[in-house]
């Protein structure tokens, strides 16, 4: 089957001071690569379409499963590491406004900062299950830049690391076996953003 996982659009910053998760909406950007991606997508068949429960990934998904026609199913497992933070800082706007934070965070500060074995464990779970679900179908999951990273890494045998920034609704495939193998077919598609 195909797997292909989808980061969500750009979203807002939010900074929470009651504690409360920060779960950013989409900004208006955001909105504008939801639709881009769901053209795109819209030219392949699909036989399921799931979203992790954060806003700004569902809001990315639901103009796909509009124009595909299909119900997007809820995934808890394939949220973001930082689904409890009560702040959201996209990396783009932190680098300007704070290249020390930046910095430290892309030098292992999230590594150090998040149980990967444990992230690496729920999210591998959660995609496995949507594998088994649908065989020798074509599947999109539209979830987070950590989910991205971590199958990625786990697949290729590279132990739990985030290693790579996936760009704002970008493609990234996979082709998964009945029999267990997992094979990167593409990472960081974005021609629908051109």
Not at 8 to 31: F, V
């Amino acid at each position: 089957m195909e797997l292909i996982l989808i980061r969500h659009g750009l979203p807002q910053r939010i900074q929470r001071t009651d504690g409360a998760p920060a779960d950013p909406p989409l900004s208006e950007r955001g909105h504008e690569q939801a639709s881009l991606v769901s053209g795109w997508l819209a030219r392949e068949s699909f036989d399921g379409v799931y979203a992790s429960n954060m806003r700004r990934a569902r809001e990315t998904a639901d103009p796909f499963g509009a124009v595909a026609d299909m119900e997007v199913e809820i995934e808890p497992g394939v949220a973001e590491f930082d689904q409890h933070s009560a702040s959201y800082i996209p990396m783009e706007e932190l680098k300007r406004t704070d290249y020390e934070q930046w910095k430290a965070a892309v030098q292992g500060g999230l590594e150090s900062s998040v149980d990967l074995n444990e992230f690496r464990d729920v999210a591998v779970e959660a995609l496995e299950r949507i594998i088994q679900r649908h065989r020798g179908g074509r599947v999109a999951v539209f979830c987070h830049g950590g989910v991205i990273n971590i199958w990625t890494s786990h697949i290729l045998g590279m132990g739990a690391r985030l290693f790579f920034q996936p760009d704002y609704t970008s493609v990234n495939r996979y082709l998964c076996a009945g029999t267990g193998e997992r094979n990167l077919v593409s990472l960081n598609e974005t021609a629908h953003l051109k």
